[in-house]
């Protein structure tokens, strides 16, 4: 008696499939079904309550949904713009050193191995206003006598949040641009400078186009980090004063498991992952075009 | 169009010294080649001249400007590297027109100057092509393009041929030459191949461990070595070396074996003096398969142990005084080994070293 035989690589690929579908697909189809349900973590009962694309339809009429929304695009763009130059002045310096390049390489790397927690609590207190180390450093230089509300106003909670993301995340740029600059070859560089380049002209039309591709790398996983922005802010502001720092994914996380209102909380999730596919298809793009640019095959 | 003039040039690595004090005076629109065995710093001599290495000490003078500490921008030159340092990001005619931009010249200079060197490259097809789609003597051309377009000074040249195969090596060699002719700049141009040094050079500086051995035309270093070292290494195949001693002027080899002093060294030489006899291989040949030798010459047998015909040619190797040589026959016929032949020996073209310390004892 012959049974009918599944082929081989389909029956050794199976497990990974099988676990694949459980950790990922299972959980992805259940909140993408939950948004279109009126799920509330509280009623468990709610979950088969199919309610359409009211989820939907409610966060795109949602002041705030669209003000968090803005908002992280803002931070995203700033934060991404401010560690590239940062990122790429610092690698462009330790590129320079010689001796201890290093030791200075492994200091780079700190603010990588802190937990954004821990980050967020360290922020929180550098910028409080009473005892922060910001306000007594302006206090004791005579700049001030007023204890400044750096986490309290909106604009400066948005800039005390950014110092943050700056600083634990400058150094994924500086680390991915060093890299690339360790990989631009000499010769070029060597026939610009006898083609008449200055340094800057060098830099600028030889070394950069090398490191670009690196450096759209850093922005790709950068931006869905930044896009996903939560930890620092839940700690340092949590999304307060009264929504002032408010991100998508604090709005999201206080929806879903504050108001327990789950079904909605995955349908701003769901249009927002749209904000950081667009993000990362963009540096792609760019990191292609790029490597087309230098003739290493688009 | 400049002259180039390195004093007492010195280069160090921290205590590694790899050039030694070498002294060099390069004519305006002359065509120097640098030559020597690997290792021997004529890259880093060469890249000096440019300003990519500091000196270490001494002076170097393109044109009437000492440019010890002048960067590469400011000393007018253009140099086409061993591995042509293409930029891969812009096609060829973005390579050819780099320079000109940065110089900030008018768009339609830089086109015209950029057509030209291409036309005389025969580049023009490949104009918007990368290098990355180039073969390898379409890439070597285009550093040489990139030279060119800018009327420099001086051309530096880093053995830019050893990539190439033999056919398209000779063929680029009669390219350089030509364009020296055309354009009358100071060519600097290092190879470790002697026959492109030959051909190419109006004068030939032979180095060796970061000092200079000799400096003359191809000729005079061909004929007039100064020391053994440039008498092996100018010429194929290398002089061949037999040591022996002075005795009444004849020059006792090993095996009883003497030859008479050629007459340019009578002078210079005294009983029992340790010598080394340089013969070349185009001045030892079979009787009746040799070049008429109108001169004085000398004659013996040899066994031929291997020969290597070579067409119109044939090269023999045969023992001399307990020592291995090599030799030339003329309007050649098969040779087995083990023969044994009558050999001729061209006085007039014989050299003689002395045995300590290598040098010409002419
Ligand atoms: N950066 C460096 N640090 C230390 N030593 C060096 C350095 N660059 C070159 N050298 C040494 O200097 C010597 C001369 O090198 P150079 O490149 O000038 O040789 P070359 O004559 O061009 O040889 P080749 O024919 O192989 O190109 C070599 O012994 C080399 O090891
Ligand atoms: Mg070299």
């Known amino acids: 008696m012959t049974r009918p035989r599944l082929p081989a690589w389909f029956v050794l690929l199976l497990p990974a499939f099988i676990v694949l579908a459980a950790v990922v697909l299972i959980p992805l189809l259940l909140s993408l079904y939950s948004s279109f349900t009126s799920y509330r973590l509280t009623r468990p009962e709610t979950l088969y309550n199919w309610i359409g694309t009211f989820n939907y339809e409610k966060a795109v009429q949602s002041a705030h949904f669209w003000s968090a929304f803005g908002r992280t695009v803002l931070l995203l763009t700033i934060a991404l713009n401010l560690e590239m130059l940062l990122g790429l002045g610092l690698a462009l310096l330790v590129n320079q050193v010689t001796y201890g390049q290093r030791l200075l390489r492994t200091i780079m790397m700190f603010p990588m191995m802190f937990s954004p927690l821990l980050v967020g609590f360290q922020f929180k207190f550098i910028f409080n206003d009473n005892v922060g180390l910001v306000n007594n450093a302006l206090q004791s230089l005579g700049l001030t006598n007023v204890a400044i509300p750096w986490l309290v106003d909106g604009q400066l909670a948005f800039i005390s949040i950014l110092v943050a993301e700056m600083w634990s995340s400058t150094s994924v740029f500086a680390i991915l641009i060093l890299a690339g600059l360790f990989a631009v070859p000499r010769d070029p560089i060597e026939a610009a400078k006898v083609d008449g380049c200055t340094p800057w002209q060098s830099f600028r039309h030889i070394t950069l186009p090398y490191i670009m591709p690196f450096i759209y790398i850093a922005l790709a996983i950068r931006s869905l980090d930044v896009a996903r922005a939560y930890d620092i802010v839940q700690i340092m502001t949590n999304g307060g004063p009264a929504r002032r720092t408010e991100l998508i994914w604090t709005l999201i996380g206080r929806t879903g498991y504050v108001d327990a209102k789950m079904g909605y909380a995955n349908a701003m999730g769901y249009i927002s992952i749209f904000l950081a596919i667009a993000f990362t298809i963009y540096f792609f793009r760019k990191l292609n075009a790029a490597r087309a640019e230098l003739g290493m095959g688009g | ?362």
């Not at chain 2, 170097?60 to 010890?68: A, K, L, P, T």
């Not at chain 2, 005795?247 to 005294?270: K, Y």
């Not at chain 2, 119109?312 to 050649?332: D, H, I, S, W």
């Open chain 2, 1 to 362: 169009m400049a002259q180039v003039t390195l004093r007492t040039v010195v280069k160090k690595y921290g205590a590694l010294q790899v050039v030694h004090g070498i002294d060099l005076d390069i004519d305006d629109s002359e065509f120097v080649v640098l030559v020597g065995p690997s290792g021997c710093g004529k890259s880093t001599t060469l890249r000096m001249i440019a300003g990519l290495e500091p000196i270490s000490g001494g002076e170097i003078v393109i044109g009437d400007r000492v440019v010890n500490d002048l960067p590469p921008r400011h000393r007018n030159i253009s140099m086409v590297f061993q591995n042509y340092a293409l930029y891969p990001h812009m096609t060829v005619r973005e390579n050819l027109g780099f320079s000109l931009k940065i110089a900030k010249r008018a768009q339609g200079e830089i086109d015209r100057a950029v057509d030209e060197a291409a036309e005389i490259l025969s580049l023009t097809e490949y104009l918007d092509r990368k290098p990355g789609a180039l073969s390898g003597g379409q890439r070597q051309r285009v550093a040489m393009g990139r030279a060119i377009v800018r009327h420099p000074d001086v051309f530096l040249f880093d053995e830019p041929l050893s990539n190439l195969d033999a056919k398209l090596r000779t063929q680029m060699r009669t390219e350089i030459k030509k364009l020296h002719q055309k354009v009358k700049s100071t060519i600097v141009y290092v190879t470790h191949d002697q026959v492109e040094a030959m051909t190419l050079a109006d004068r030939i500086v032979i180095m060796r461990d970061g000092h200079i051995e000799q400096i003359g035309t191809p000729l005079e270093v061909f004929e007039a070595p100064t020391n053994t070292f440039v008498a092996t290494f100018i010429g194929s195949p290398p002089m061949n070396l037999l040591e022996g001693r002075v005795a009444q002027d004849a020059v006792a080899l090993a095996n009883g074996i003497t030859v008479p002093v050629p007459e340019a060294f009578r002078a210079h030489v005294t009983d029992g003096q340790e010598v080394i006899l340089g013969v070349r291989a185009d001045n030892l040949m079979p009787v009746g398969h040799a070049m008429p030798m109108e001169g004085a010459h000398a004659a013996f047998d040899m066994t031929v142990n291997l020969s290597e015909p070579l067409g119109t040619e044939t090269l023999l190797f045969a023992t001399l005084a307990g020592e291995e040589v090599q030799a030339k026959m003329l309007n050649p016929r098969p040779v087995a080994s083990g023969e044994q032949l009558r050999f001729q020996l061209d006085l007039t073209r014989c050299h003689l070293f002395d045995a300590q310390s290598r040098q010409s004892l002419r």
